[in-house]
T-cell receptor, first 115, second 112 residues
Framework: DAGVIQSPRHEVTEMGQEVTLRCKPI?????LFWYRQTMMRGLELLIY????????DSGMPEDRFSAKMPNASFSTLKIQPSEPRDSAVYFC?????????????FGEGSRLTVL | GENVEQHPSTLSVQEGDSAVIKCTYS??????FPWYKQELGKGPQLIID?????GEKKDQRIAVTLNKTAKHFSLHITETQPEDSAVYFC???????????FGPGTSLSVIP
């Protein structure tokens, strides 16, 4: 299995531009998570989906952030417009979504720099 | 919601010594406590986990203990090696679906 695949690995953009981060979860996994990692705030849960349905988006910083999961094999996290304080590493993780297995499988992350 | 605290934030040990990282959680209903290791430039990876019906679990050089009454859990690494150098995160899972909340992390350095 290729694991969780994220793209792009690195993105440099200017303030005000739209940013779209993409994630392909592990096939068969029912839960998908978006985390943001910064030195100051650590690993923050932004939103998570179960069976493609958003369950909890209380971690999404503000209306500039949105996430979708149109099918079981694809999710996007969009920032519009981007700001310098959005600079961080964004991780996508998937999980089998059962009570027996709580392991999260993380992608390699997308490093975003907003100038 | 759940809040996870972790100490120390940085830890430096000599190769062969033991390392201990401690965490506390706030939600007494949490029932699953994983530990993740993150190497530079990579995503976190699960190294060991423990469920609320168990007090201790071992896997070779690593062990985790859980005190549900005090809401404490700890990671113990024995006979540390340079390749153990990484950032370690504790976490707790809330009872609703699979929401996992992470502690702030501990940067472990093992000095050869």
């Amino acid at each position: 299995d290729a694991g969780v695949i994220q793209s792009p690995r690195h993105e440099v953009t200017e303030m005000g531009q739209e940013v779209t981060l993409r994630c392909k979860p592990i096939s068969g996994h029912n839960s998908l998570f978006w985390y943001r990692q910064t030195m100051m705030r650590g690993l923050e849960l932004l939103i998570y989906f179960n069976n493609n349905v958003p369950i909890d988006d209380s971690g999404m910083p503000e209306d500039r952030f949105s996430a979708k999961m149109p099918n079981a094999s694809f999710s996007t996290l969009k920032i519009q417009p981007s700001e310098p304080r959005d600079s961080a590493v964004y991780f996508c993780a998937s999980s089998p979504g059962t009570s027996e297995s709580g392991e999260l499988f993380f992608g390699e992350g997308s490093r975003l720099t907003v100038l | 919601g759940e809040n996870v605290e972790q100490h120390p934030s940085t830890l430096s040990v000599q190769e062969g010594d033991s390392a201990v990282i401690k965490c506390t959680y706030s939600d007494s209903a949490s029932n699953y406590f994983p530990w993740y290791k993150q190497e530079l430039g990579k995503g976190p990876q699960l190294i060991i986990d423990i469920r609320s019906n168990v007090g201790e679990k071992k896997d070779q050089r690593i062990a985790v203990t859980l005190n549900k009454t005090a809401k404490h859990f700890s990671l113990h690494i024995t006979e540390t090696q340079p390749e153990d150098s990484a950032v370690y995160f504790c976490a707790a899972r809330e009872t609703s679906y699979d929401k996992v909340i992470f502690g702030p992390g501990t940067s472990l350095s093992v000095i050869p």
